[in-house]
């Protein structure tokens, strides 16, 4: 079994027999001292207590939007510790809402949130559980409303990076990993009342590109160029690479759209469309609507890229399991390091029979089912089979490999 650390945040500061510094106490006053620290939330390692975890971050299809990440602990509870009404409970006054989490898996962090709800199991016969349900603090952005603005022109990671630092949203500025961005914005008003997360996905959406939080914690938003970006994990069902205990493969209407319509903010609509497509499916259309990119001409790479990339059916990898702890330390660490947007290589023959057939896939979803036994890890993909030529790049910088020069 892997080595998983769970910790919850718990503020002890007013409770008996602590050590935390007490205020001219003569022990537990001393400034400097390693014994007693000061007050305030502490992570607590819980994993001798945990039952099972799950967590799935991410989304179901490549055009979908990110939205909060969940987890789920389950903790013994027989001695009623996770109880918010026993007083006897180490954490008496902490089993509340909004404690923060951290689960890490062979020293990779694989999860940071809060928990919101804490649901006890109690069986008769004494065995009892407490399940921390948990969210990524993309739940804070999405019940989060923001105040009148005007911005400037400028581009979707400095843009993301004002909305942040409002004293609204207020997130800290030690947590964001954002990209500039490659298509600048329009100026323009932000209305009273208006939600933090939709507005940040909608710059996003414009770039395009993706937000999310990362397995860290981090607000993240990727530009189009870097979710292009080829990587050393390589699952395979032939020895070549990361073993996989079983696959998924989709082909069929679920992305297919062959008459693509965008539309600029206060601004053009362009439409785009692919006729062959449209003879032999039918009309299948896709809108994105108020767009905040400032050039027309974005807009219609936009439209063009997408017409281009969803006219077709496509064979495509569609999930992807692995059981952790049956895999050698270096693949383990190569597995829990990936994140949402990463690019994989998955090479997979059809009961052994023929050639192998290879995808560049992108990670779109990531979910994880551990207990004391065993750890498997499933990665949602999206396809990248078509994606934003990039230069030096071994798989994106092929321009006969049915990539589209960038934008």
Known sequence: ????????????????????????????????????????????????????????????????????????????????????????????????????????TNNQRVYTGSIDDWDLTYDLSGKSTSLAVCTDNMYLLANQSLGSAVNIEQFPGPRINSILNKNEVDWPADIRNLDTGQSELLADTISEGTNALSYIQQVAQSEPGFFYINRSGFAEFVGRYRRATTTDLTFADDSSGIPYKALNVIYGSELLYNNITVTQKDGVTVQASDAASEDEYGILAYEVNDLLMKETSDVVNMATFLAAKYSQPEYRFEQLTVQLDKLEEVDQQKVLAADLGDAVQVKFTPNGIGDPIERTAEIIRISHSATTEQHTVTFGLGSLEYSTWTLSDIVFGKLSAGNSLGY
């Open 1 to 104: 079994m892997q080595d998983y650390v769970v910790e919850i945040g718990f503020d002890l500061s007013n409770a008996e027999n602590t050590t935390f510094i007490e205020l001219d106490d003569p022990v537990k006053g001393i400034l400097g001292s390693t014994d007693y620290v000061l007050g305030g939330t502490l992570f607590f390692d819980v994993s001798d207590d945990v039952v099972s975890f799950s967590i799935n971050r991410g989304k179901n299809r490549q055009l979908d939007k990110y939205g909060a990440g969940n987890a789920t602990i389950t903790l013994r509870n027989e001695d009623r510790k996770y109880d918010p009404l026993y007083a006897g409970s180490p954490y008496n006054g902490q089993i509340i809402p909004r404690r923060q989490v951290r689960i890490t």
